[in-house]
Nanobody, 116 residues
Framework: QVQLVESGGGLVQAGGSLRLSCAAS????????MGWYRQAPGKERELVAT???????NYADSVKGRFTISRDNAKNTVYLQMNSLKPEDTAVYYC??????????WGQGTQVTVSS
């Protein structure tokens, strides 16, 4: 079993930046992908960004050019650098880890609130 612990959320003004971190509780020897998802009140959870074991990244259109996902394999950690934040980015952000063949692990979520 793997636990994922997110951190870095908070309250920021529009135009500001935050950096989210997601640390796995143990070394993961085989990863399909890691990613960030978010869920705003009254809305479904949506993909924000993913990064595969080969480093291939994918972003939601709404965050392209503003958010950057990265990974530190030595620390078993994935990051989400969020710049030029908008009020519509307000949501609970969740980290997801996918291991072979297709097991998914989720973090507990971290709140991001962007004020206008």
């Amino acid at each position: 079993q793997v636990q994922l612990v997110e951190s870095g959320g908070g309250l920021v003004q529009a135009g500001g930046s935050l950096r989210l971190s997601c640390a796995a509780s143990r070394t993961i020897f085989s990863i399909v992908a890691m990613g960030w998802y978010r869920q705003a009140p009254g809305k479904e959870r949506e993909l924000v960004a993913t990064i595969t074991s080969r480093g291939t990244t994918n972003y939601a259109d709404s965050v392209k050019g503003r958010f950057t996902i990265s990974r530190d394999n030595a620390k078993n950690t994935v990051y989400l650098q969020m710049n030029s934040l908008k009020p519509e980015d307000t949501a609970v952000y969740y980290c997801k880890l996918t291991t072979p063949p297709n097991y998914n692990y989720w973090g507990q979520g971290t709140q991001v609130t962007v004020s206008s």
